[in-house]
């Protein structure tokens, strides 16, 4: 099942509202929703209050990405808070496995995800324990950065290793997502589709979202 997931790091955060339903409206299944803490990436977003009132506002599934150090501390906060899938850093912990744990046990859905300059084995062990694998397909922290074109090779790689171990889990993909590089991900097995600045540093982001499905002809 394919599906695309806005990232409101490109949104205006003063008209978050308008712009969640104005997605919403467009069709798509997942809000992607960053959280930086200025540690793990260079750049600070907001934390579980934030996405607490987000959760008021939309029935959108809420994919959050975890971009802070010490996951295992918040985890509890940001699955109260509503998050529907909380995804985590394999960089972020020296206990990759046991915060994995710690996430199914707040029953929900569990990611792990890997930086560009992380290799796939890094995240093996836990593979039959998680619902969504994200590969990164810029450096975390900013939207608006270029695809990073060998990253397409990697999510190649994780398709064989799911279908090998018939694993059940969505592959994701983060980073420079635009109609030029949506297919190279799609036909390499990703099937989760996060776009910020294309989305929304558009005049009609809709238009956008369309181009996207139009992209893998969803
Ligand atoms: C970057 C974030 C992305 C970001 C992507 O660290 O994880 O979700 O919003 O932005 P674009 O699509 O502009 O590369
Ligand atoms: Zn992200």
Not at 114 to 119: D, F, R, Y
Not at 157 to 176: H, P, Q
């Amino acid at each position: 099942m394919m599906k695309i997931a806005p990232s409101i790091l490109s949104a205006d955060f003063c008209n978050l509202k308008h712009d969640i339903v104005l997605v919403e409206k467009a069709g798509v299944e997942y809000l992607h929703v960053d959280i930086m803490d200025g540690h793990f990436v260079p750049n600070i977003t907001f934390g579980p209050k934030v996405v607490a009132d987000i959760r008021k506002n939309t029935s959108l599934v809420l994919d959050c990405h975890l971009m802070i150090d010490n996951p295992e501390a918040y985890i509890k906060d940001f699955a109260q808070a509503g998050g529907d899938i909380l995804t985590i850093h394999v960089e972020s912990t020296r206990h990759i496995y046991r915060a994995v744990q710690l996430i199914r046990d707040n029953n929900v859905k569990a990611g792990i995800v890997l930086n560009p300059g992380t290799p796939l084995t890094a995240i093996e062990p836990v593979l039959p324990l998680v619902d969504q694998v994200l590969i990164m397909t810029v450096n975390p922290g900013f939207g608006g950065q270029a695809f990073i074109p060998e990253m397409v090779e990697k999510v190649r790689k994780l398709k064989e290793i799911k279908d090998l171990n018939d694993y059940a889990f969505d592959i994701e993909v983060d980073g420079g997502i635009s109609d030029k590089t949506i297919g190279k991900c799609y036909e390499a097995g990703a099937n989760v589709f996060v776009g910020g600045s294309y989305i929304y540093d558009a005049d009609t982001p809709e238009q956008r979202i369309q181009s996207l499905k139009d992209a893998v002809a969803l």
